[in-house]
Nanobody, 115 residues
């Protein structure tokens, strides 16, 4: 069973930056696919960015050029550096991992961007 624990959310003004972290535990093997999703009030959960253990990345169009996903395979930890934040980035951000055909989610961390 994989557990995901996020940290790093908070309140920031528009144009500011935040860095999210997500540490996975419960396995001694490298988790191939990890990523971040977000859900704003009244909206569906959406993909933000994903990264494989080989370093291949995928971003939502809305965050390209502003957000950067990275990972430390030795620690099974994934990071999301968010720059030039906008009020529309306000949401609960969830860490996600896919391991041995199962999907795992963190508890979520709130990111609020004020205008």
């Amino acid at each position: 069973q994989v557990q995901l624990v996020e940290s790093g959310g908070g309140l920031v003004q528009a144009g500011g930056s935040l860095r999210l972290s997500c540490a996975a535990s419960g396995t001694g093997f490298t988790i191939n696919n990890m990523g971040w999703y977000r859900q704003a009030p009244g909206k569906q959960r959406e993909l933000v960015a994903t990264i494989t253990s080989g370093g291949s990345t995928n971003y939502a169009d809305s965050v390209k050029g502003r957000f950067t996903i990275a990972r430390d395979n030795a620690k099974n930890t994934v990071y999301l550096q968010m720059n030039n934040l906008k009020p529309e980035d306000t949401a609960v951000y969830y860490c996600a991992a896919r391991y041995r055909f199962s999907n795992y989610w963190g508890q979520g961390t709130q990111v609020t961007v004020s205008s």
